[in-house]
């Protein structure tokens, strides 16, 4: 019986080996990770996606998390009460250093209104795109994309109950209504807030060519992850509140 149980791992190692040759050219893996922050962004879109990629980075030899601001001081969510914001992300570079990144997010929120406005971070965003192997939005982190012209001809998608001001905001791009995440080349795009935890799951899957990571990192958060970017109810939620509101 012990020889038996032998042989099956010896022959279960020799079938993971010859299942699949290993590429002599293997693509080096986007393992700099940075995280644009401005004030009032929304803590999900940020927390929720880095959350998933700490323990991708726990498991990945060499991955880091960094995030990048205007300055070094704290950065607070749009949470707050009468004495302030309720929670802070501490930067790890300013814009202004043009740290070396493989993958740059961005989240959206109430301040990605005024980062929309702010040129600064518009031009940050612009010079550090071609160093990118790829960047990525949450939520209406997407508009501030498309203000530094990366999304111009290019399908997207964002926040489903911002919608109309996001096209608006947003000329020339082609909005995808329904998508839980988009992908278009080098630029992934995700839905409303919690969408972006699907799409870091999506991308180390199809990025990383890991799944099972990938579910590894959701099953420790006990998150349900939406594998399907098709996957989209909120899209007739978001748009038929949007129709009643301009009635």
Not at 12 to 36: E, I, R
Not at 49 to 76: H, K, Q, R
Not at 127 to 135: Q, S
């Amino acid at each position: 019986m012990q020889l038996l149980r032998t042989l099956a791992v010896a022959l279960t190692g020799t079938l993971a080996v010859s299942a699949g040759k290993p590429n002599p050219n293997p693509k080096p893996l986007p393992l700099k990770w940075g995280v644009l922050a401005f004030p009032r962004y929304v803590g999900l879109d940020i927390y929720g996606p880095l959350e998933l990629l700490n323990v991708v980075a726990f498991n990945t030899p060499g991955m880091t998390l960094s995030i990048v601001a205007e300055t070094m001081d704290p950065v607070p969510a749009h949470i707050s009460n009468s004495a302030g914001a309720l929670t802070w992300v501490k930067p790890t570079y300013t814009i202004d250093q043009d740290p070396e990144f493989d993958v740059l997010l961005i989240p959206g929120g109430p301040g990605s209104r005024v980062a929309y406005n702010n040129t600064r971070i518009i031009d940050y965003v612009k010079r550090t795109y071609p160093k990118l192997k790829y960047i990525t939005s949450t939520c209406t982190g997407a508009q501030i994309l498309a203000k530094a012209g990366i999304l111009k001809g290019k399908k997207a998608t964002t926040a489903k109950f911002a919608w109309a001001e996001m096209v608006a905001s947003g000329p020339g791009v082609n909005w995808q209504p329904c998508a839980r995440w988009v992908v278009d080349g080098n630029i992934w795009t995700s839905s409303g807030v919690a969408a972006g935890i699907d799409m870091a799951h999506a991308f180390v899957t199809e990025v990383f060519k890991n799944e099972t990571l990938a579910d590894k990192a959701a099953n420790i958060l006990e998150v349900e992850i939406h594998k399907d970017p098709h996957w989209d109810p909120f899209c007739k939620v978001g748009l038929s509140v949007i129709v009643l509101d301009s009635d």
